[in-house]
């Protein structure tokens, strides 16, 4: 692991496994190739980060992209997280368009130059894909966030993710049947995401958790800027923790409390029902 600017990069035991099966198989020049590629499309991701205001953490490296830790204060909107998610395959489409114009200044071996291209577009096109945590996934979910409550925009994109993640699978053991080779690489990296995904379904409950505690940060911006509140009609026997699986990112709630007759009998703003949800 190494610091850079504060943040510790590191490799993930898939990647140092795939860079073992690469010095057995004499592909090890590709494999730093790649790693190089990799590490371009996760500085993209540091940067567009560090743009939008949030602060990374760490660094995963893996053969397809990265895993950035990231802290979000409350302040990362939908619209910067699918800013910082494209960041990452666009370093790649950059790579491409630089390395097509030194092909076509007849720079460089022709053949290792198609490698490149062909290993940048890869590595774009495999990380959009609506799999958690690759880009795609985030961008996807950071999309339905607009909309969606946030808690399901959680909880079906993680759904999503693990029956796609169980497809890459699929495809990687596909070959078997018609007596071609395995996929031992992708089929790494689905049991990887397949994983991930699964682990991160799990803890659902804690990452909704810590979205409700940075709720605070949305009342003072809406405070501050006098912006609209969106309302959520409710039952009054309706239980607390499913009115706050309601709420949207990045929307400041009013919630119309209903009686049996279906008339309003009280507004009540949403720091209320975080405060009685925590025991304050």
Known sequence: MI???GIAFSLHPLFVII???????????????LFTIVLIHELGHVWAAELAGASVKSV????????????????????REIGIAIAGPLQNVFLILGVMLLKAMSWGDPA????????????ALFNLLPILPLDGGKIVQAAVSFQAPYYSALLWCGRV????????????LLPLEYGGGLRLNLLLIAGFLLYSNITDHRNLPYRFLSFLMKREILYEQYRDKGSPASPIVASYAKPLDEI???????????????????????VVPEQRLLSSYFGM
């Open 60 to 79: 995963q490296l893996l053969p397809f992209g990265g895993v950035a830790v990231i802290e979000d204060n409350g302040r990362l909107t939908a619209f």
């Open 19 to 33: 860079l073992l099966l690469s010095i057995v198989t004499g592909q090890f020049l590709e494999l730093i190739t």
């Open 244 to 266: 706050l699986r309601l709420f949207k990112r990045n929307r400041y709630h009013l919630i119309y409390v209903l009686d049996a007759e279906g008339s309003v009998t009280a």
């Open 3 to 5: 610091r850079i600017k």
């Open 112 to 123: 290792f130059m198609d490698y490149l291209i062909h290993a940048n577009l890869m590595i």
């Open 161 to 172: 993710s693990v029956v796609f993640s169980a497809a890459v699978g699929v495809y990687a």
